[in-house]
Nanobody, 113 residues
């Protein structure tokens, strides 16, 4: 059974940073690309970033490029998202996902002064 357990959300001031972690189990982690998505209050799901299985290729939404960094540690079966220079409009639930069927429970990121 695929399990994705996320941690690291919280309250941060505008311009601040957070690091999200996603511990994966139930599948061969290194064989799969992984992604982060988010959902702001009252809005739809938004793709944020993707990383390939080996970690050598990353892709970002234009809105986060240069501020967010997706990475992974295949030895630890863990996916990360470093969020820097956060904006108030990026308050959202953040999810890690293996595919459309498998997504974490989400962690709340609140950007507010």
């Amino acid at each position: 059974e695929v399990q994705l357990v996320e941690s690291g959300g919280g309250l941060v001031q505008p311009g601040g940073s957070l690091r999200l972690s996603c511990a994966a189990s139930g599948f061969t982690f290194s064989s799969y690309g992984m992604m982060w998505v988010r959902q702001a209050p009252g809005k739809g799901l938004e793709w944020v970033a993707t990383i390939n299985g080996g970690g050598s290729s990353t892709y970002y939404a234009d809105s986060v490029k240069g501020r967010f960094t997706i990475s992974r540690d295949n030895a630890k079966n863990t996916l990360y998202l470093q969020l820097n220079n956060l904006k108030t409009e990026e308050t959202a639930m953040y999810y890690c996902a293996k595919d459309n069927r498998h997504r974490s429970q989400g962690t709340k990121v609140t950007v507010s002064s």
